[in-house]
């Protein structure tokens, strides 16, 4: 009964992008469901797309491929196979003429900015430390509070801005605290001590890479998913949603001028949910209109440039912190795969502006966007001008949901109107106005159809919220789990407790006091024409003392207080390094994570 349901199923997908096409490949490849994939654009991979310009491949962003999802491993390896490229990764900052490594490393730092410089910035960071922000309601609290105000104000303040077209104190905290949460300080302190039961393999230093970027890979799902009876059909603009109450029931499409009206049992969409909003017939109640007129998108284009050079610089891509130009990050498509570019005697460069649709940059004419891209390259010293031997320019709307004061509420209005919905589910990152990375996407797409399949109920507004997030693959070595979470306990019960000065102080003093009563008692006892001389060398510095009966009752009170002392300030002592310590291996990886903020921009 069930599988005859499931067979009448017609699911109609809304974007081609990760998220709806891993969407139509789980449907299809799982559960033989043979679903309709609509894109308006005219290849596959949304935001994650390959556009090609004369044998050159440009990849919209630079996606790097790297997850601690196996189910999103595991679909990349069956789908790329031996194209799947393991690429070393260098990126680093342009700021004041200087390359900065990225992350920051302290000497690089220290050469680069100066001693007087970095003198600041340390001063900056410790008053920052004694004397934080109470409250982190926005980015630029959050990360003054962690490195400093004048560390931010140095490195990340006039990027941000530049990539988010608002102020950082305004620009909400949580989009960062997104990227750096969650930080595996007990794994990192544990691991100074036991071997854990995985191994972190990092990638940091490298990642891995389709062979003519992330397009090529949609573009290969795309094919299986056509080859096994779905369609996904291009240049396909869903323009219209209609509903009967709860349902939706089908949604109209414009193609080559046409428009035609397709019907479905269960949808999914990865358009910006306030398009969907925006299509909805008949259209939702007015308070949901509003909240979702009010959210808003960040927009970017790239300059592709040509140079016949064939070496400019080993990144695969140079964050550029100089306010005396625009661009703000440009990609090295050759050092992210050599097969991006059809002649290796040439460079083919990603110069990236973020912008708003509609504004001046955004409406500014192709060949004017190619001449400031040649002349930013120029003055910033990366190529020479007349090196540059042709360009082109592609837009990408709707990139990055923007976190601004007031995204919050508006987004929980569309958010429950959206769940009332009974067939149909909202994925991706714009779908979900969540600044989500690709393997993300993916999960929700996956989540989606075992939730239209399986009857699950998995929340997919919460992808990337509540789970984990690190650079980096855990994989499972020898070891009993149940062995190491005993002395995962042992270790933080008997390692890391804190010491009570009080307590430790008064143990101390009482052993302290004991032996030298005890000492002094045994040698009165002993007797003898000189009694305990050598104890006797302690009345220098306990007044008062003696070997004798009531000099063994004295004994006891300055061993007591002796102990005290000592006890107390080396629990002092033992708690502060151990917190000093900890806050440093803390710091350690927060600066480490830090690189999340800008890496998926």
């Not at 104190?169 to 039961?197: C, G, H, T, V, Y």
């Not at 949808?267 to 308070?287: A, G």
């Not at 062995?483 to 000065?501: A, G, I, K, N, Y």
Request: hydrophobic share 40%; with cysteine; proline share 4%.
């Amino acid at each position: 009964m069930q599988q005859q349901r499931d067979s009448e199923k017609q699911v109609v997908i809304v974007g081609g992008g990760p998220s709806g096409l891993t969407a139509a490949y789980e449907l299809i490849t799982k559960h033989q469901i043979r679903p309709v994939v609509f894109e308006k654009l005219d290849k596959v991979g949304g935001i994650a797309r390959t556009e090609n310009y004369k044998g050159y491949y440009f990849d919209m962003g630079g996606h790097r491929f790297f997850t601690k999802s196996t189910e999103v491993n595991r679909f990349w390896q069956e789908v790329m196979g031996d194209d799947f490229l393991r690429r070393p990764r260098l990126s680093r900052i342009f700021y004041n003429n200087k390359f900065f490594h990225y992350p920051l490393k302290p000497f690089n730092a220290l050469m680069g900015l100066g001693i007087f410089e970095s003198f600041a910035i340390g001063s900056s960071y410790l008053r920052w430390q004694l004397f934080p922000y109470r409250n982190e309601e926005t980015f630029e609290q959050w990360v003054t509070n962690r490195f400093g105000k004048r560390l931010f104000e140095t490195f990340f303040k006039t990027y941000t801005e530049k990539v988010w077209g608002i102020s950082t104190s305004e620009l909400k905290a949580e989009w960062a605290a997104q990227r750096i949460k969650n930080l595996d300080l007990k794994s990192a302190l544990i691991s100074m001590f036991i071997k854990p039961n995985t191994k972190i393999t990092t990638l940091i230093e490298e990642f891995d890479y389709p062979r003519r970027g992330p397009g090529m890979l949609w573009t290969i799902v795309k094919e299986k998913v056509e080859k096994m009876g779905g369609a996904v059909e291009l240049n396909s603009d869903v323009v219209g949603i209609r509903r009967e109450g709860n349902r939706i029931t089908s949604v109209d499409v414009r193609c080559n001028g046409h428009r035609q009206t397709v019907p479905g049992t269960d949808f999914i969409s990865s358009m910006p949910v306030t398009e969907f909003i925006k299509y909805l017939d008949p259209p939702p109640p007015k308070p949901v209109l509003d909240a979702a007129h009010h959210l808003k998108y960040r927009d970017f284009l790239t300059v592709c440039l040509v140079v016949n050079r064939d070496d400019l610089f080993p990144d695969n891509w140079i964050y550029i912190h100089d306010p005396r130009v625009q661009v703000g990050r440009i990609q090295n498509f050759k050092n992210w795969s050599p097969d991006m570019v059809p002649d290796l005697s040439k460079t083919s460069l990603g110069l990236e502006y973020f912008c708003n649709e509609g504004d001046e940059l955004w409406t500014m004419a192709d060949e004017d966007l190619v001449e400031l891209g040649r002349q930013e390259i120029d003055r910033i010293g990366l190529a020479n001008y007349d090196d540059v031997e042709d360009g082109v320019v592609f837009r990408v709307p709707k990139s990055y949901p923007v976190y601004d004061s007031e995204y919050r509420r508006h987004l929980a209005t569309l958010r429950e109107y959206i769940d009332s919905l009974q067939n149909f589910q909202t994925i991706g990152r714009n779908g979900l106005h969540r600044y989500n990375n690709q393997d993300h996407a993916m999960l929700t797409g996956m989540l989606a159809v075992r939730n239209m399949m399986l009857g699950e109920e998995n929340n997919l507004w919460v992808v990337n919220a509540e789970q984990e997030y690190h650079e980096e693959i855990r994989e499972k070595i020898d070891g009993e789990p149940q062995q190491v979470t005993e002395v995962v306990r042992e270790v933080l019960s008997h390692v890391f407790t804190r010491l009570d000065p009080v307590a430790f102080g008064s143990s101390s003093g009482l052993v302290g006091g004991l032996i030298l009563f005890a000492a002094t008692m045994i040698l009165v006892l002993k007797g003898g024409p000189v009694v305990g001389p050598h104890l006797e060398l302690l009345s220098n510095f306990f007044v008062g003392y003696s070997v004798s009966l009531s000099g063994s009752l004295i004994g006891l009170v300055y061993g007591f207080l002796s102990g005290f002392l000592l006890g107390w300030f080396f629990a002092f002592l033992r708690n502060t390094s151990m917190f000093l310590h900890m806050a440093l291996v803390q710091r350690r990886f927060e600066l480490n994570a830090l690189r999340n903020i800008f890496d998926y921009i």
